[in-house]
């Protein structure tokens, strides 16, 4: 089946670093990315919509110059966490569109960030 | 305003029990899935359910679709520790490259040996 790498799995930094998490899709691809924050035992929530080749569409609330998203190819969406801080701490999660069917939806394994 | 309440939101249970959770919204959908997660993973698709009156079986999970579309219910007979986790349903909103799925807040299962 396909899949969707996330990487890493988990990254501690201190607070004011950068943190960059990768979202790659294995075996195909994928126009459409999008990533999520999840506090425990909460639902996903989306933070923005990342189509290959064009500007991320952020969702109301996120800031797009503290949540950097980048979609350079047709497997690869990044997302970098600017100037970090302890709320920033959370559990975020990539999503990959297949690009052929259009339909299914494949998740990445998240990225635990702790900031400190 | 959230687009679909699920309910419970907590649920503990001990092994061997049976359970439903519940998917509503005063919205017509024309599919819903439901996910289960695992802590520290990504979300899993359960099954999609598309016909009204829909019922889906998934070994011990019994999945259901309104007649309406506007609700979806899950069951899970003799739970098993192994079911501890958070179950999500979610609908698609939108089209073309705006296309998104929409999140309820959730069940967080806790099955207890």
């Known amino acids: 089946g396909a899949v969707v790498s996330q990487h890493p799995s988990r990254v501690i930094c201190k607070s004011g670093t950068s943190v960059k998490i990768e979202c790659r899709s294995l075996d195909f691809q994928a126009t459409t990315m999008f990533w999520y924050r999840q506090f425990p035992k909460q639902s996903l929530m989306l933070m923005a919509t990342?189509?290959?080749?064009?500007?991320?569409?952020?969702e109301q609330g996120v800031e797009k110059d503290k949540f950097l998203i980048n979609h350079a190819s047709l497997t690869l969406s990044t997302l970098t966490v600017t100037s970090a801080h302890p709320e920033d701490s959370s559990f975020y999660i990539c999503?990959?569109?297949?690009?052929?069917?259009?339909?299914?939806?494949?998740f990445g394994s998240g990225t635990q960030l702790s900031v400190l | 305003t959230q687009l679909l309440e699920q309910s419970p939101q907590f649920l503990s249970i001990q092994e061997g029990e049976n359970l439903t959770v519940y998917c509503n919204s005063s919205?017509?959908?024309?599919?819903l899935q439901w996910y289960r997660q695992e802590p520290g993973e990504g979300p899993v698709l359960l099954v999609t359910v598309v016909t009204g009156g829909e019922v889906k079986k998934l070994k011990r999970l019994t999945f259901q679709f309104g007649d309406a579309r506007k609700d979806s219910s899950l069951h899970i007979t003799a739970a098993q520790t192994g079911d501890t986790g958070l179950y999500l349903c979610a609908v698609n909103k939108g089209a073309g490259n705006n296309r998104k799925l929409i999140w309820g807040l959730g069940t967080s299962l806790a099955v207890n040996p």
């Open positions: 999503s990959a569109r297949d690009r052929v069917t259009n339909e299914k939806l494949f």
């Open positions: 990342s189509n290959e080749g064009s500007k991320a569409t952020y």
């Open positions: 919205s017509v959908f024309s599919s």
